[in-house]
């Protein structure tokens, strides 16, 4: 699960830690990390998850300077499911189409999307803030798969503003080591009531050709301990 706009400590929220507070409703393990503090207010993006998990790198992106601008963070966390290391970065970007831009060229020039198209599985996920038409869009769609596009049967739907949902800016973008199964933006009264987006749910189950690839690759560095657990169907 990726979260943004987690509030730690700040008044209109009443103080409370919300990625520890849904974590531990959840029963889940999670991580967070602040895009901004000021003394002990913390506000930022969260991963939660039942699956294992390790947080790899946090960073600051870059800001444009104009009146809109405000510190965005980026975070990168790998899961093992059944067996498969995957990694999922989570990020909230800029308002401004100019911040947008930096900030995709520093995901795609740096770590965070390294190897996508190895045997590496990668997840995107975010409030991108952007629509599908934007320039920035189109080059994270040159590298990752875009799950409400790239999903049979589905009709891409916006997921901002709850109230009135008109824009598509929240994604989940996946690489082609995954096949997307069902793509749900939940619409109900608790969904608009709890946050000015729309929560995007994305099932997926890895590819039978990633599991036939790892082998190889265990193989051929442990010939004799060759094993690989992440099976078609295992879905998240």
Not at 54 to 81: K, Y
Not at 208 to 214: E, F, T
Request: proline share 4%; with cysteine.
């Amino acid at each position: 699960m990726a979260l943004q706009e987690v509030d730690v400590g700040r008044p209109q929220s009443e103080g409370l830690d919300q990625a520890h507070m849904i974590a531990h409703k959840l029963e889940m393990d999670y991580y967070f990390h602040a895009a901004w503090q000021v003394e002990e207010e913390k506000y930022g993006n969260a991963v939660l998850s039942r699956f294992p998990m390790e947080l790899v790198d946090v960073a600051q992106l870059p800001q444009s300077g104009d009146r809109m601008s405000e510190p965005r963070g980026v975070m990168r966390v790998e899961l093992t499911v059944h067996g498969q290391l995957i990694r999922l970065v989570n990020t909230h970007l800029g308002l401004s189409s100019r911040e947008r831009s930096l900030q995709v060229d520093e995901l795609l020039g740096g770590a965070w999307f390294a190897d996508a198209n190895e045997d590496k599985p990668l997840l995107l996920c975010g409030d991108l803030n952007m629509l599908p038409r934007s320039a920035a869009y189109r080059q994270i769609a040159g590298h990752l798969r875009d799950a409400q596009v790239a999903m049979d049967g589905h009709r891409p739907a916006a997921t901002w503003s709850s109230a009135y949902p008109l824009g598509r800016v929240d994604h989940v973008f996946v690489s082609d080591h995954f096949d997307v199964v069902n793509v749900e933006i939940r619409r109900s009264q608790l969904a608009r009531t709890a946050s000015d987006h729309l929560p995007a749910l994305v099932e997926l189950s890895l590819r039978a050709s990633l599991v036939d690839s790892c082998n190889r690759l265990k193989r051929a560095r442990h010939p004799r301990t060759a094993t690989c657990s992440a099976g078609k169907g295992n879905r998240d």
